[in-house]
């Protein structure tokens, strides 16, 4: 087949944009600099023809997959490594840092990926500067490959009840890693089933029979030569999996294994020779590792969904079906309006979550120099909006990956549009680092805890202190601020009647604990509401700051999108904004048709938006999102590929069929 350079459906929208997209690539890359320097390394990673598959990856077995996906972890490794990029260390958006380019290579992740997401940064966040020197080198050049081994058979979110110890042998100065159950053993850790060698272990620790609770403790599980596992060590994979099939998660036993004390990551907390335990300053910065990897999720799941939407966009627009008028062709179904709304605020959440997500890696950025000095007062408020924009983030992206494959109908379920891949990467982040209950419900602690501070005069953090403003009944107001206000209305409406029932069911006698498990469906509303102000909130002070230096042309583009996402989210939420607001029908009425305009407004520029996200076909893997929008075509290459298509007739015709149509069964 020969092609033309780009399909005329999408050369027609690229001439209707109205803005520079390289200006806006810039921005999203926070910076014309690192555009580059991401471009520079996908040039070098995607020259490298290893990195290619000759068959796609579903049409290979589950071994052969992880084999595979080794064998390209290796290569990639070694070309990253040439290219300087340091990895484990992690920036502010997934482009930076070059996760998007790693993991285009794996459409569904690579057995390295705990070793780069959080073995090392767990060395250099919870090792004291000794191990760090000796550990982290050791990582980075690959002689160890590690991984993350938390969560249990019995316990992920509950860490207080992980089951696996380590108890402290003073005479020999070492600890004894033991699972004393079924449940005890570790399960889910990444690469940990046949590609780790070491890990780092979060283990219950005891001294002398006393428990001093979770600490993180490096362990060799595999043999650095022969890589068969060392004695006591029972390790294994846990089998297929929604998404990740290639990341090799795995489950781990121990039968009392000896370490070196020293093995202890010993930056916070410390057991001496003689078996003194030193507390750490705040027991929760054993956690650290989690509140780091919540921070950087808001931006991956901006991500995915990003590149859910550039496939969907680029699709609806060289795809043509039905009639909107009985004498004109069939129109791209981009045109119909029911498709706008399913994908244009794909692309303003996007951008919420991207340019919040760059937000929340500097207010962490910011903690991790105070903590440097000993001054943990940002805690609270980081781990409350880690938890929470970890939560939203998730869960409004993943919806909306899944709205982009339907929206591209059947071809949107073709595993070769990479659509149904980049749904299972997706919902994977609303269930790993903290399921997103469990995350709402901690945030709706921090939340009860400030508003009850608050009430006895204390101040609130700042994302929280318009909880201070007397909630006065005002009229409704359309403008950004206005909608803004009405939403931290909500938020202290749902907040101040969980409070109130959780006063009311301790006075009828219910328990503390009682009292917040019935009112817990309440509370994960006001933690919901209190992260919708949040992402409100910044959104639009982040565009305006930006506002002040692009060009006229982008600024107007971005207001537009901080105005869909405004609109929509009023429209979506309008229950509780007539419960706790003065909206009335009438507002109602004028936003939907406010809504309808910022359709009509952004249609001309949905490509130019989407080109701006500048994915390169390779990251993106889809027959239906490529640059040159020639999405039949490649649907049939891909198709081709099917090892079914090698001969015309299966042998299991002349076995089964034939003789079930002869009646000779
Ligand atoms: C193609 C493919 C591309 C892919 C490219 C991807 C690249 C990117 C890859 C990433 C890959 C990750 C892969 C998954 C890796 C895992 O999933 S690792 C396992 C993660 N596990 C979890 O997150 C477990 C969730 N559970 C928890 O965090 C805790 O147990 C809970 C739920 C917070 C409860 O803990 P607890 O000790 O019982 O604490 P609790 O009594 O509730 O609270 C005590 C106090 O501590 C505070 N606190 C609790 N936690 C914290 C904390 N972390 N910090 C500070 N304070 C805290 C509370 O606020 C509370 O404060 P006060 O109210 O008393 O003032
Ligand atoms: C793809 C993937 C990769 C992973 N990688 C790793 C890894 O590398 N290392 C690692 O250590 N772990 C890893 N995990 C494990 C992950 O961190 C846990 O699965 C996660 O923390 C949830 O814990 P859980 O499975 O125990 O869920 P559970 O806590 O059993 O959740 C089940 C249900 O119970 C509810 N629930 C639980 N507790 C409460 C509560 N207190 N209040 C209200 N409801 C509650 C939840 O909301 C949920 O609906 C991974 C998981 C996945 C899916």
Known sequence: MTLKKVNPDLEKERSTCTFN????????????????ERRAVEDKVFSVKELKDEIPDEFLSHKERYENAIRKSVFLHKVLQETGVKRGVYNRSDKSDFRTTYYSI??????????????????????????????????????????????????????????????????TEEFILNSPSLSSYKWWPGGLGHTTNYCIVMAQLKIKGKPYGMQPFIVQ???????????????????????????NNGFLGFEHVRIPRRHMLMRFSQVSKDGKFTSSANPKLAYGTMVMVRVTIVNSAATYLSRAVTIAIRY??????????QNEPEPQILDYVTQQHKLFIGIATS????????????????????????????????????????????????????????????????MSSNLPQLYGISTATCTYEG?????????????????????????????????????????????????????QKVSIGKLSSSVSSLQEYTKSGLSAEDAWNKASVQLIGAAEAWGRAVVLS??????????????????????????????????????????????????????????????EKIRPNAIGLVDAFDYRDEVL????????????????????????????????????IKPLMKGKL
């Open 538 to 599: 910044i959104y639009k002070s982040e565009i305006e700051r930006y506002g002040q230096t692009v060009s006229p042309a982008l600024k107007s583009v971005l207001f537009d999108l901080v105005e869909l996402y405004y609109v929509h989210l009023t429209l979506e939420k309008m229950g509780d904004l007539l419960l706790y607001t003065q909206l009335s029908e009438k507002d109602v009425v004028s936003l939907r048709k406010k809504y309808e305009d910022l359709l």
């Open 106 to 171: 794996f459409k569904d992740g690579s057995p390295f990926m705990l070793q780069y997401s959080m073995f090392v940064p767990t060395i250099l966040g919870q090792g004291d500067s000794e191990q760090v020197e000796l550990w982290y080198k050791r990582a980075l050049n690959m002689e160890i490959i590690g991984t993350y081994a938390q969560t249990e058979l019995g316990h992920g979110t509950f860490i207080r009840g992980l089951e696996t110890e380590a108890v402290y042998d003073e005479k």
């Open 21 to 36: 997209i390289e200006e806006l690539t810039n921005l999203l890359d926070t910076g014309a600099h690192c555009t580059a």
């Open 316 to 325: 609806s627009a060289v795809r043509h079906q039905s009639k909107l008028k």
């Open 621 to 656: 893997n889809s027959t239906l999102g490529s640059y040159d929008g020639f999405a039949y075509e490649r649907l049939m290459t891909e198709a081709m590929k099917s090892p079914l298509n090698a001969e015309p007739v299966n042998q299991s015709f002349h076995k089964y």
């Open 351 to 414: 951008h919420a979550y991207m340019f919040c997500s760059y937000w929340l890696w500097d207010v962490y950025v910011m903690y991790q120099k105070e903590q440097n000095v000993g001054n943990f007062d940002r805690l609270p408020e980081l781990h409350a909006l880690a938890c929470c924009l970890k939560v939203i983030s998730s869960s409004d992206c993943t919806g909306l990956v899944e709205k982009c494959r339907m929206s591209c109908g059947g071809h949107g379920f073709m």
């Open 435 to 487: 399921e997103n209950t469990v995350m709402l419900l901690q945030t709706a602690r921090a939340l009860v805890k400030a508003w009850e501070l608050g009430s006895r005069g204390r101040p609130f953090s700042p994302t929280m202190s318009y909880f201070a403003e007397k909630n006065v009944p005002s009229k409704w107001d359309s403008s950004l601020e206005g909608i803004l206000n009405a939403f």
């Open 221 to 247: 599980i595999r043999d650095e030569e022969t890589h068969m596992p060392l004695p006591g060590v029972k390790v294994g994979e846990i089998g297929a999996k929604l998404a990740f099939n290639t990341v």
